[in-house]
């Protein structure tokens, strides 16, 4: 059995189970009787996107709940399994590879993530390293349990509903019309000085 590089084998028999010994890469004399399946130990990106260029088959993105409302978002996480906890895995998910376990398993439960802590314009845009940071914080100790170590996990790209979008726009450009009035307030301020200095 070929193990490749970056990743290591769990031995299943079907007399005796799930056995310790993790084969690392490289070739291994393996009986017949045994099934090996393979978990990477190297980073691996796993993407839930709107966008099939960056990586899904078709629109994965999903509505994240905030404190006062929801945020569609696009999700990425770089991951690889504990090699030393791969057999616990294997025994949990009943046998399916690291990949499936992801892509399967762990799909519906990051899609249950809640990030009360903030509201919706924050984690569209106020706060959004923010926002990744407590989320890589959260999946690392949820995954950390199961054996899957999280190297980060990030909100790529977020999309509000339209009446929020609109509000957004509003306030941006209610800020822009305050700060033109208060630059043209220190105009005529310096004008005022200026004229009085002359006179």
Request: charge should be negative; aromatic fraction near 6%; glycine fraction near 6%.
């Amino acid at each position: 059995e070929r193990i490749p590089a970056g990743y290591v084998g769990v031995q299943y028999s079907v007399n005796g189970g799930v056995e310790d010994d993790v084969l690392s890469q490289g070739w291994h004399l393996v009986s017949p009787m045994k099934k090996v399946t393979l978990y990477s130990v190297a980073t691996e990106t796993f993407v839930m996107s709107q966008d099939e260029r960056a990586g899904s088959k078709d629109d994965e993105s999903f509505d994240l709940t905030c404190s006062d409302g929801v945020v569609n978002v696009d999700f990425e996480m770089q991951y690889n399994f504990d090699a030393n906890q791969v057999t616990n895995v294997f025994t949990k998910y009943r046998g399916v590879n690291g990949e499936t376990v992801i892509s399967t398993n762990l799909r519906s439960k990051i899609k249950t993530i809640v990030l009360s802590r903030y509201t919706v314009l924050e984690a569209h845009l106020e706060k959004k390293s923010e926002v990744n940071k407590a989320l890589t914080e959260a999946l690392r100790e949820e995954l950390g349990r199961l054996g899957i170590f999280v190297e980060s996990a990030t909100l790529p790209a977020t999309r509000v509903s339209e009446s929020i979008q609109n509000s957004i726009n509003a306030r941006t450009q209610k800020a822009q019309e305050l700060e033109a009035e208060k630059l043209n307030q220190e105009k005529a301020l310096l004008e005022q000085e200026t004229a009085r200095i002359n006179a």
